[in-house]
Nanobody, 114 residues
């Protein structure tokens, strides 16, 4: 497994969810990783990134609500999502910040609905 996203589900508006991206060690130790999402009928977009050193950056649409982090022991990149909105509904993927086609997996579906 190179990069595998998990943790999606159904959550009510205002709720929280944590996604996890399991990364192969050779990717985790050498690459900045990002979380992407694709909503129905829309283009895939980058929502958060984390560097090897742990520096994080966010799209304005999620800033203040989402937190990206690296777990060095588990070689995972996590996305803590709070105050979720219906417009956060999408399939979420992880990939390197310079994405590679071979790293796209199936993603994990997040549905925000009452």
């Amino acid at each position: 497994v190179q990069l595998q996203a998990s943790g999606g589900g159904l959550v009510q508006p205002g709720g929280s969810l944590t996604l996890s991206c399991a990364a192969a060690e050779y990717i985790f130790s050498r690459e900045a990783v990002g979380w992407y999402r694709q909503a129905p009928g829309k283009k895939r977009e980058l929502v958060a990134t984390v560097t090897i050193g742990g520096g994080a950056a966010y799209d304005n649409s999620v800033k203040g609500r989402f937190t990206i982090s690296r777990d060095n022991a588990k070689t995972t990149v996590n996305l803590q999502m709070n105050a979720l909105k219906p417009e956060d509904t999408a399939v979420y993927y992880c990939n390197t910040v310079r994405p590679r086609d071979e790293y796209w997996g199936q993603g994990t579906l997040v549905t925000v609905s009452s």
